[in-house]
Each structure stands twice: as C-alpha cells, then as structure tokens.
C-alpha cells in the first residue's frame, strides 16, 4: 500500500541547471498538489493538477517552472534555471478527488529538498 | 485575498492541554484541516471540520466556527512526541488547501 512517492529525496544543483522532482500519487489518486517549504515557513501552494491537465497554477512563478501530470507515469516539477532562491523542500500531496468533502484530505509525500549551490 | 494566522510558537508540559488557534479569511471556503508536521518529514492528517463545533479524536480535538472564521486544535495529555509544527488548512475550494505558516509546539518535560 505505497502512498505518495517522491524522488529524489535530496536534490543539490549548480546556479542555472535545471531540477527535475517527481511525484508518483497513491494508487487510485488522481489529484496532485505541488507546495514549497521555505525553512522555517509554512506550505505555500503552487500549483494542482489532474491528469494531463492544470487546474490552478496561481502559486506557481511565471518564469522557470512548470508542472506536468501526464496519463502515464508520475507528476513532474521541473524548474530551469534553478537561483538559491529556490533551496526548498518540495512536497507533493494526492487526493482521490472524487467530490466528498472528506476525500480532500491530502496525502504527502516526503518530499524533495532542493539546494542550490 | 488569503490570510491565515496563527502563533509562531507555544511551549507546554507533558500531561498538559494545549489549545492552538487559527483565524483565516479565504475567498472560498470548504472546510478547514489541521495537520501535523514533526522536522523534516511530510506533514500528516489529523483533522477535517466542515460543519460548526468540536470533533473529538482520541488526543487531539478540533473546533470551527465558520462564521468567525475560527479554529482550533486542542491537543491533551501531552505527549514529548507531540512536539511538532501544526499547520492550519482551509479547503478553498476545487480540492485547493492552503496551509498557514505553522505553530511549533515544544513540549517540556
């Protein structure tokens, strides 16, 4: 009974590569939640998707990065470019969305901490 | 806009009740989840209120007022494992949640 998988769990890169974080939700889910962890801050929500789609994006910079959730395979973040500005934690969450109030309950995974150096 | 507030920090004794508030203002509103996150891990379930009042769950219990825009988490007969950050969460809408800042709870023995 796998829940939310994220990899890879550490992510260290140079000023101007790209980073790439994958999400796959648990089994039967088909809403992802991208949120970023400042240290010492809270979740801030970037972006939701459903299956080959984005349903909102208005957390997310307009510039560098970009979300994806195709038929198959797992939920990609990608962001180009990365700055120091990006060194986060990276948490991807999954519900079943089937329209009950209580299957909004999210499911997180462990996350990706990304430094940039 | 979205605003969520809640207190940096608290301190309580083990075998003690706590009690953490959180005031939101949200454009949309569903519903509101109270989280628990421990450092460096995911954060986890612990509560979902929609409807005015108190929800018990063992230890830990959470109220809504929706028309206040308030909640709380009351957590008893702490525990040193109960040491963590709690995140408040209104449920906006469209299966968005957004979290506030946290609440680190230290708990002293």
């Known amino acids: 009974n796998a829940g939310v998988m994220q990899n890879p769990r550490h992510l260290v890169r140079r000023r101007g590569q790209e980073a790439r974080l994958r999400c796959s939700p648990v089994?039967?889910?088909?809403?992802v939640y991208w949120y970023r962890q400042l240290p010492e801050e809270g979740l801030k929500f970037m972006v939701y998707l459903q299956k080959e789609n984005i349903i909102d994006e208005s957390g997310m910079p307009k510039e560098r990065f970009s979300a994806e959730f195709p038929k198959e395979g797992p939920s990609i973040l990608r962001i180009q470019q990365v700055v120091r500005g990006d060194s986060a934690a990276y948490f991807c969450a999954s519900s079943p969305g089937t329209g009950r109030a209580a299957d909004t309950e999210a499911f997180f995974g462990q996350g990706t901490r990304l430094t940039v150096v | 806009g979205q605003n969520i507030d809640q207190p940096t920090e608290m301190t309580a004794t083990e075998g003690a009740i706590v009690q953490i508030n959180c005031t939101y203002q949200?454009?949309?509103?569903?519903?509101l989840f109270w989280y628990q996150q421990h450092a460096g891990e995911a954060p986890t379930f612990l509560s979902y209120?929609?409807?005015?009042g108190l929800e018990e769950k063992g230890r830990f219990s959470s109220f809504l007022s929706r028309s206040k825009g308030y909640s709380y988490l009351l957590l008893k007969e702490l525990q040193m494992k109960d040491s963590a950050s709690y995140l408040c969460?209104?449920?906006?809408?469209?299966?968005?949640?957004?979290f506030g800042a946290g609440t680190r709870l230290f708990v002293k023995a």
């Open positions: 969460a209104p449920n906006t809408g469209g299966f968005k949640t957004i």
């Open positions: 209120n929609v409807l005015d």
């Open positions: 949200t454009s949309g509103f569903n519903g």
């Open positions: 089994k039967g889910h088909s809403h």
